[in-house]
């Protein structure tokens, strides 16, 4: 038997923390490795416990879920943190900083069990949670202030196709409504996002909307 998944919570509001947990270890293959309630305690308890994901809320005192993000998961830390921010819809800015600072993903705070559930079991395993509807929402909202002035998307190093796929990621459409929309097996797409990634440096599929968005591939 492998070994559980290992969460720290981090919610400034107790009830929210004391669900999450019954939550989390009700469930055979994950435990709480920690709580607290604002983001520097985040911080230095990822560094003491060494969690597989960090359930992140947005705002908290002392340091807000954004700059402790950052500092888990930000570009140039050398031991990432996976991080899952929940939020809520009136926090739509926030959540497109926490990607753009590493996030892997993110939910919102009224998703139902077995979706935090999918969403923790979803990073732990290395893959970025992008909720559909939520993304088409969110990084549509900004997408005038992700996309510079002027954008050359003609001279990315990506085929037709890979375009292609890169502008449903950006749609937020998961493999299987990709492969269903191009006509083509989940294994194909898989391959295609892996190209896609890989040629443009990015991390996982977060940094891969934001990508498309800051280039002009998104209508």
Known sequence: MSAPIRVLICDDQAMIRAGLATIVDAQPDLEV?????DGRSAVRLAAELRPDV????VRMPVLDGIEATRLLAGTGVEHPVKVLVVTTFNLDEYVYEA????????LLKDA???????????????????DPEVTRRLVGRYAARIRPAAGAPQDLPLTPREREVLRLIADGLSNS??????????????????????????????????FAYRHGLVP
């Open 33 to 37: 490795a920690g709580q607290c309630g």
């Open 54 to 57: 960090v359930v992140m809320d």
């Open 99 to 106: 990607l753009r600072a590493g996030a892997s993903g993110f």
């Open 112 to 130: 139902p069990p077995d979706r935090l559930l999918h969403g923790i079991r979803t990073v732990a395993n290395g893959q970025a949670l992008l």
């Open 177 to 210: 409504e990709i492969a269903a929309a191009l006509v083509i097996s989940r294994e194909t797409v898989k391959t295609f996002v892996s190209r896609i990634l890989t040629k443009l440096g990015l991390r996982d599929r977060v940094q891969a909307v934001v």
